[in-house]
Protein backbone atom coordinates (compact mmCIF):
# COMPACT_ATOMS: atom_id res chain seq x y z
CA UNK A 1 0.00 0.00 0.00
CA UNK A 2 1.49 3.38 -1.12
CA UNK A 3 0.43 6.12 1.09
CA UNK A 4 1.53 10.06 0.25
CA UNK A 5 1.95 11.65 2.99
CA UNK A 6 0.74 16.02 2.33
CA UNK A 7 1.99 18.66 4.68
CA UNK A 8 5.11 16.64 6.28
CA UNK A 9 6.76 18.74 9.10
CA UNK A 10 9.91 17.03 10.86
CA UNK A 11 7.49 15.82 14.03
CA UNK A 12 5.40 13.97 11.15
CA UNK A 13 8.39 12.02 9.61
CA UNK A 14 9.72 11.29 13.07
CA UNK A 15 6.97 9.89 14.71
CA UNK A 16 5.48 7.54 11.15
CA UNK A 17 9.12 6.86 10.48
CA UNK A 18 9.56 5.87 13.44
CA UNK A 19 6.13 3.37 14.27
CA UNK A 20 6.02 2.38 10.20
CA UNK A 21 9.43 -0.08 11.57
CA UNK A 22 7.17 -2.18 12.81
CA UNK A 23 6.78 -5.69 11.68
CA UNK A 24 2.95 -5.19 11.38
CA UNK A 25 3.09 -2.71 9.06
CA UNK A 26 5.59 -4.30 6.39
CA UNK A 27 4.09 -3.71 3.11
CA UNK A 28 3.09 -0.34 3.70
CA UNK A 29 5.04 2.78 2.24
CA UNK A 30 4.57 6.05 2.79
CA UNK A 31 6.41 9.06 0.68
CA UNK A 32 6.62 12.45 2.77
CA UNK A 33 6.44 15.52 1.24
CA UNK A 34 5.76 19.26 2.40
CA UNK A 35 3.11 20.53 0.29
CA UNK A 36 -0.68 20.60 2.27
CA UNK A 37 -3.31 18.71 0.13
CA UNK A 38 -5.33 21.40 -2.12
CA UNK A 39 -6.80 21.52 -5.06
CA UNK A 40 -3.64 22.47 -6.38
CA UNK A 41 -1.50 20.04 -5.38
CA UNK A 42 -3.73 16.74 -5.37
CA UNK A 43 -3.01 15.20 -8.38
CA UNK A 44 0.58 14.81 -6.96
CA UNK A 45 -1.58 11.52 -5.40
CA UNK A 46 -1.36 9.53 -9.15
CA UNK A 47 0.34 6.39 -8.72
CA UNK A 48 -0.64 6.18 -4.29
CA UNK A 49 -3.36 4.56 -2.88
CA UNK A 50 -4.10 6.63 -0.23
CA UNK A 51 -3.09 10.04 1.09
CA UNK A 52 -2.72 11.25 4.30
CA UNK A 53 -4.21 14.75 5.49
CA UNK A 54 -4.64 16.97 7.78
CA UNK A 55 -6.76 19.48 9.58
CA UNK A 56 -5.97 22.59 8.14
CA UNK A 57 -6.04 21.32 4.50
CA UNK A 58 -8.66 21.68 1.88
CA UNK A 59 -10.38 18.61 1.23
CA UNK A 60 -13.24 19.63 -0.35
CA UNK A 61 -15.05 19.02 -3.19
CA UNK A 62 -12.61 19.33 -6.10
CA UNK A 63 -10.10 17.70 -4.24
CA UNK A 64 -11.35 15.31 -3.58
CA UNK A 65 -12.64 15.13 -7.06
CA UNK A 66 -8.96 15.28 -7.93
CA UNK A 67 -7.96 12.52 -5.80
CA UNK A 68 -10.42 10.03 -7.37
CA UNK A 69 -9.21 10.59 -10.94
CA UNK A 70 -5.90 10.14 -9.79
CA UNK A 71 -7.02 6.70 -8.25
CA UNK A 72 -7.02 7.55 -4.81
CA UNK A 73 -9.00 4.95 -3.27
CA UNK A 74 -8.50 5.94 0.91
CA UNK A 75 -7.98 9.31 2.78
CA UNK A 76 -6.42 8.48 5.65
CA UNK A 77 -6.97 11.55 8.24
CA UNK A 78 -4.02 12.06 10.54
CA UNK A 79 -6.14 14.00 13.05
CA UNK A 80 -9.95 13.43 15.05
CA UNK A 81 -11.53 16.41 13.12
CA UNK A 82 -12.75 15.82 9.56
CA UNK A 83 -15.34 19.03 8.87
CA UNK A 84 -12.47 19.88 5.83
CA UNK A 85 -13.61 16.92 3.64
CA UNK A 86 -16.27 16.37 2.20
CA UNK A 87 -17.52 13.57 2.92
CA UNK A 88 -20.55 13.31 0.45
CA UNK A 89 -18.29 13.91 -2.53
CA UNK A 90 -15.51 11.12 -0.93
CA UNK A 91 -18.70 8.28 -0.68
CA UNK A 92 -20.09 9.23 -4.51
CA UNK A 93 -16.51 8.42 -5.92
CA UNK A 94 -15.98 5.27 -3.13
CA UNK A 95 -13.08 6.86 -1.47
CA UNK A 96 -12.67 5.55 2.10
CA UNK A 97 -11.61 8.79 5.10
CA UNK A 98 -10.50 6.97 8.57
CA UNK A 99 -9.88 9.88 11.26
CA UNK A 100 -7.78 9.02 14.58
CA UNK A 101 -10.80 9.65 17.09
CA UNK A 102 -9.78 10.31 20.66
CA UNK A 103 -5.84 10.15 20.33
CA UNK A 104 -4.60 11.64 24.19
CA UNK A 105 -7.74 13.61 24.66
CA UNK A 106 -5.86 14.49 28.00
CA UNK A 107 -3.40 16.45 25.72
CA UNK A 108 -6.22 18.73 24.63
CA UNK A 109 -8.23 19.44 28.07
CA UNK A 110 -4.54 20.10 29.68
CA UNK A 111 -3.59 22.50 26.99
CA UNK A 112 -6.99 23.86 27.66
CA UNK A 113 -6.52 24.11 31.08
CA UNK A 114 -2.89 26.13 30.26
CA UNK A 115 -4.73 28.62 28.36
CA UNK A 116 -7.92 29.07 30.51
CA UNK A 117 -4.80 29.65 33.18
CA UNK A 118 -2.14 31.30 31.00
CA UNK A 119 -5.07 33.98 29.86
CA UNK A 120 -6.53 34.18 33.40
CA UNK A 121 -3.23 34.83 35.55
CA UNK A 122 -1.74 36.98 32.74
CA UNK A 123 1.16 34.22 31.93
CA UNK A 124 1.60 35.55 28.73
CA UNK A 125 2.00 39.64 30.23
CA UNK A 126 4.15 38.35 32.85
CA UNK A 127 6.61 36.54 30.72
CA UNK A 128 7.48 39.32 28.49
CA UNK A 129 7.54 41.68 31.51
CA UNK A 130 10.27 40.16 33.62
CA UNK A 131 12.73 39.73 30.40
CA UNK A 132 12.27 43.59 29.83
CA UNK A 133 13.64 43.94 33.63
CA UNK A 134 10.10 44.86 35.04
CA UNK A 135 8.77 43.25 38.49
CA UNK A 136 6.02 45.42 38.69
CA UNK A 137 2.80 43.23 39.07
CA UNK A 138 0.18 46.28 37.88
CA UNK A 139 -2.21 44.35 35.47
CA UNK A 140 -1.62 41.20 36.23
CA UNK A 141 -3.72 40.38 39.29
CA UNK A 142 -5.86 36.61 38.30
CA UNK A 143 -8.71 34.87 39.61
CA UNK A 144 -8.49 31.51 41.57
CA UNK A 145 -10.77 29.14 39.87
CA UNK A 146 -11.02 27.08 43.42
CA UNK A 147 -14.23 26.98 44.41
CA UNK A 148 -15.85 28.72 40.86
CA UNK A 149 -17.94 26.92 38.16
CA UNK A 150 -16.78 25.86 35.12
CA UNK A 151 -19.20 25.35 32.09
CA UNK A 152 -18.29 22.46 29.35
CA UNK A 153 -19.69 22.54 26.21
CA UNK A 154 -19.26 18.61 24.55
CA UNK A 155 -18.45 16.08 26.88
CA UNK A 156 -16.90 13.67 24.43
CA UNK A 157 -13.55 12.79 25.46
CA UNK A 158 -11.90 15.71 25.32
CA UNK A 159 -14.82 17.43 26.78
CA UNK A 160 -14.74 14.70 29.78
CA UNK A 161 -11.06 14.89 30.27
CA UNK A 162 -11.33 18.62 30.68
CA UNK A 163 -14.56 17.78 33.01
CA UNK A 164 -12.33 15.81 35.45
CA UNK A 165 -9.84 18.25 35.43
CA UNK A 166 -11.82 21.26 36.36
CA UNK A 167 -13.76 19.14 39.37
CA UNK A 168 -10.19 18.21 40.21
CA UNK A 169 -9.41 21.78 40.78
CA UNK A 170 -12.34 22.13 42.95
CA UNK A 171 -15.13 23.68 40.50
CA UNK A 172 -18.16 22.71 40.10
CA UNK A 173 -19.03 21.51 36.50
CA UNK A 174 -22.09 22.19 34.43
CA UNK A 175 -22.05 20.35 30.97
CA UNK A 176 -23.89 20.37 27.90
CA UNK A 177 -24.47 17.75 25.45
CA UNK A 178 -27.43 16.32 23.37
CA UNK A 179 -25.57 12.91 25.18
CA UNK A 180 -25.09 13.02 28.43
CA UNK A 181 -21.72 10.96 29.45
CA UNK A 182 -23.06 8.86 32.30
CA UNK A 183 -19.28 8.58 33.63
CA UNK A 184 -18.97 12.31 34.77
CA UNK A 185 -21.55 11.63 37.53
CA UNK A 186 -20.02 14.58 39.43
CA UNK A 187 -21.60 17.44 36.98
CA UNK A 188 -24.48 18.80 36.47
CA UNK A 189 -26.14 18.56 32.38
CA UNK A 190 -28.10 21.38 31.93
CA UNK A 191 -29.19 23.58 28.93
CA UNK A 192 -26.87 26.02 26.98
CA UNK A 193 -28.21 29.29 28.42
CA UNK A 194 -27.94 27.67 31.84
CA UNK A 195 -24.43 27.16 31.13
CA UNK A 196 -23.76 30.19 29.66
CA UNK A 197 -25.71 32.20 32.75
CA UNK A 198 -23.68 30.42 35.52
CA UNK A 199 -20.42 29.35 34.35
CA UNK A 200 -17.76 31.45 35.13
CA UNK A 201 -15.14 29.35 32.81
CA UNK A 202 -16.63 28.50 29.36
CA UNK A 203 -14.25 25.81 27.97
CA UNK A 204 -15.99 24.37 23.93
CA UNK A 205 -15.40 20.73 23.42
CA UNK A 206 -17.76 20.09 20.73
CA UNK A 207 -17.42 19.40 17.29
CA UNK A 208 -18.01 21.98 14.35
CA UNK A 209 -21.43 21.06 12.69
CA UNK A 210 -24.26 23.19 11.06
CA UNK A 211 -25.68 23.59 14.36
CA UNK A 212 -22.81 24.04 16.57
CA UNK A 213 -21.31 26.83 13.97
CA UNK A 214 -21.34 30.33 15.70
CA UNK A 215 -22.49 28.73 19.28
CA UNK A 216 -20.82 32.08 20.73
CA UNK A 217 -22.43 34.86 19.36
CA UNK A 218 -23.72 38.20 20.55
CA UNK A 219 -26.97 36.41 21.65
CA UNK A 220 -25.07 33.82 23.77
CA UNK A 221 -22.39 36.12 25.16
CA UNK A 222 -24.91 38.21 26.46
CA UNK A 223 -26.21 35.55 28.41
CA UNK A 224 -22.95 34.86 29.71
CA UNK A 225 -21.79 36.20 33.37
CA UNK A 226 -19.28 39.50 33.71
CA UNK A 227 -15.92 38.37 33.59
CA UNK A 228 -16.33 35.43 32.60
CA UNK A 229 -13.21 33.29 31.32
CA UNK A 230 -14.01 31.49 27.44
CA UNK A 231 -11.24 29.04 26.25
CA UNK A 232 -11.94 27.51 22.81
CA UNK A 233 -9.11 23.94 21.90
CA UNK A 234 -11.88 22.75 19.98
CA UNK A 235 -12.35 24.51 16.21
CA UNK A 236 -12.11 28.42 15.30
CA UNK A 237 -15.93 28.39 13.28
CA UNK A 238 -17.51 27.78 17.09
CA UNK A 239 -16.78 31.36 17.78
CA UNK A 240 -18.50 34.39 15.17
CA UNK A 241 -14.84 36.76 15.92
CA UNK A 242 -16.20 40.17 15.18
CA UNK A 243 -18.76 39.39 18.37
CA UNK A 244 -16.10 37.95 20.54
CA UNK A 245 -14.25 41.52 20.05
CA UNK A 246 -17.07 43.49 20.87
CA UNK A 247 -17.61 41.47 24.62
CA UNK A 248 -14.09 41.78 25.03
CA UNK A 249 -14.33 45.59 24.25
CA UNK A 250 -17.50 45.50 26.54
CA UNK A 251 -15.60 44.41 29.44
CA UNK A 252 -17.72 40.85 28.94
CA UNK A 253 -14.45 38.30 29.58
CA UNK A 254 -11.98 38.60 32.47
CA UNK A 255 -10.09 36.27 29.94
CA UNK A 256 -9.80 34.73 26.85
CA UNK A 257 -7.66 31.66 25.60
CA UNK A 258 -8.27 30.78 21.84
CA UNK A 259 -6.06 27.52 20.14
CA UNK A 260 -7.74 27.76 17.60
CA UNK A 261 -9.94 30.91 15.13
CA UNK A 262 -11.43 31.37 12.19
CA UNK A 263 -9.23 32.61 9.43
CA UNK A 264 -6.65 30.20 10.86
CA UNK A 265 -6.19 28.33 7.59
CA UNK A 266 -3.72 29.88 5.24
CA UNK A 267 -1.31 30.41 8.53
CA UNK A 268 -1.69 27.57 11.00
CA UNK A 269 1.17 25.85 10.99
CA UNK A 270 3.15 28.20 9.00
CA UNK A 271 6.38 30.73 10.07
CA UNK A 272 4.76 33.70 8.57
CA UNK A 273 6.86 36.45 10.78
CA UNK A 274 8.63 37.34 7.75
CA UNK A 275 5.27 38.39 6.07
CA UNK A 276 2.86 41.45 6.60
CA UNK A 277 -0.82 40.15 7.81
CA UNK A 278 -3.38 40.09 5.02
CA UNK A 279 -6.47 39.81 7.45
CA UNK A 280 -6.98 41.35 10.88
CA UNK A 281 -8.38 38.59 12.95
CA UNK A 282 -5.39 37.92 14.81
CA UNK A 283 -3.93 41.33 15.21
CA UNK A 284 -7.25 42.24 16.90
CA UNK A 285 -7.65 39.47 19.06
CA UNK A 286 -3.88 39.88 20.36
CA UNK A 287 -3.79 43.60 21.25
CA UNK A 288 -5.98 43.33 23.99
CA UNK A 289 -3.74 42.07 27.50
CA UNK A 290 -6.73 39.67 28.31
CA UNK A 291 -6.15 36.96 25.60
CA UNK A 292 -4.16 34.93 24.78
CA UNK A 293 -3.81 32.93 21.13
CA UNK A 294 -2.17 29.98 19.99
CA UNK A 295 -2.25 28.14 16.56
CA UNK A 296 -4.25 24.86 16.94
CA UNK A 297 -1.59 23.09 18.93
CA UNK A 298 -3.39 21.57 22.00
CA UNK A 299 -2.99 18.11 20.66
CA UNK A 300 0.76 18.67 20.29
CA UNK A 301 2.28 15.91 22.76
CA UNK A 302 4.78 12.92 22.49
CA UNK A 303 2.21 10.97 23.64
CA UNK A 304 -0.37 12.13 21.20
CA UNK A 305 1.91 12.43 17.74
CA UNK A 306 2.88 8.30 18.92
CA UNK A 307 -0.98 7.36 19.01
CA UNK A 308 -1.65 9.59 15.95
CA UNK A 309 1.30 7.10 13.74
CA UNK A 310 0.38 4.25 15.48
CA UNK A 311 -3.79 4.73 15.17
CA UNK A 312 -3.20 5.95 11.27
CA UNK A 313 -1.53 3.42 9.86
CA UNK A 314 -3.60 0.67 11.64
CA UNK A 315 -6.67 2.31 9.56
CA UNK A 316 -4.02 1.96 6.40
CA UNK A 317 -3.36 -1.86 7.75
CA UNK A 318 -7.24 -2.24 7.65
CA UNK A 319 -7.58 -0.80 4.35
CA UNK A 320 -4.88 -3.04 3.00
CA UNK A 321 -5.82 -6.50 4.58
CA UNK A 322 -9.49 -5.55 2.62
CA UNK A 323 -11.03 -4.98 6.10
CA UNK A 324 -13.23 -2.17 6.90
CA UNK A 325 -11.29 -0.27 9.74
CA UNK A 326 -12.86 0.73 13.04
CA UNK A 327 -12.47 4.75 12.36
CA UNK A 328 -14.32 4.95 8.68
CA UNK A 329 -16.63 7.53 8.59
CA UNK A 330 -18.84 6.00 5.72
CA UNK A 331 -20.89 3.30 5.44
P1 LIG B 1 -15.99 13.59 20.65
O1 LIG B 1 -16.68 13.19 19.40
O2 LIG B 1 -15.47 12.54 21.57
O3 LIG B 1 -16.96 14.53 21.51
C1 LIG B 1 -17.71 15.58 20.99
C2 LIG B 1 -18.93 15.75 21.89
O4 LIG B 1 -19.59 16.95 21.48
C3 LIG B 1 -19.94 14.60 21.79
O5 LIG B 1 -20.27 14.14 23.07
C4 LIG B 1 -21.14 15.24 21.08
O6 LIG B 1 -22.39 14.69 21.52
C5 LIG B 1 -21.01 16.69 21.51
N1 LIG B 1 -21.67 17.65 20.65
C6 LIG B 1 -21.85 17.61 19.30
N2 LIG B 1 -22.50 18.73 18.89
C7 LIG B 1 -22.73 19.48 20.00
C8 LIG B 1 -23.35 20.73 20.23
N3 LIG B 1 -23.87 21.45 19.21
N4 LIG B 1 -23.41 21.19 21.50
C9 LIG B 1 -22.88 20.47 22.53
N5 LIG B 1 -22.28 19.29 22.37
C10 LIG B 1 -22.21 18.80 21.13
O7 LIG B 1 -14.83 14.59 20.20
P2 LIG B 1 -13.47 14.92 20.99
O8 LIG B 1 -12.44 13.91 20.67
O9 LIG B 1 -13.79 15.22 22.40
O10 LIG B 1 -13.03 16.28 20.24
C11 LIG B 1 -13.81 17.45 20.33
C12 LIG B 1 -13.31 18.46 19.33
O11 LIG B 1 -12.01 18.92 19.72
C13 LIG B 1 -13.08 17.91 17.91
O12 LIG B 1 -14.28 17.94 17.16
C14 LIG B 1 -12.07 18.86 17.34
O13 LIG B 1 -12.78 19.92 16.72
C15 LIG B 1 -11.35 19.41 18.58
N6 LIG B 1 -9.93 19.02 18.65
C16 LIG B 1 -8.99 20.01 18.77
C17 LIG B 1 -7.64 19.71 18.87
C18 LIG B 1 -6.60 20.76 19.04
O14 LIG B 1 -5.40 20.49 18.77
N7 LIG B 1 -6.92 21.97 19.45
C19 LIG B 1 -7.19 18.31 18.81
C20 LIG B 1 -8.26 17.34 18.73
C21 LIG B 1 -9.59 17.70 18.64
Known amino acids: MKILFFGTKSYDERFFTECIQKERYQGIEINFIEPDLTPNTAALAKGYDAVCAFVNMDIGTRTVEILGDCGIRMILMRCAGYNNV ?197 ARLLSFPNVMVTSHQGFFTVEALRAISETTLENALAFAKGERGANELLS
Do not use: W
Request: charged share 25%; hydrophobic share 40%.
Open 86 to 282: DLEEAKKRGIRVATVPGYSPESVAEYALALALTATRRLHKAYIKVRENNYSLVGLMGISFYGRTAGIVGTGRIGAAMARICYGLGMKVLAYDMYPNKSLDFAEYVDLDTLLSNSDLISLHCPLTEESYHIINKESISKMKDGVILVNTSRGGLIKTDDLVQGIRDNKFFAVGLDVYEEENGQVYEDKSDEILQHSTV
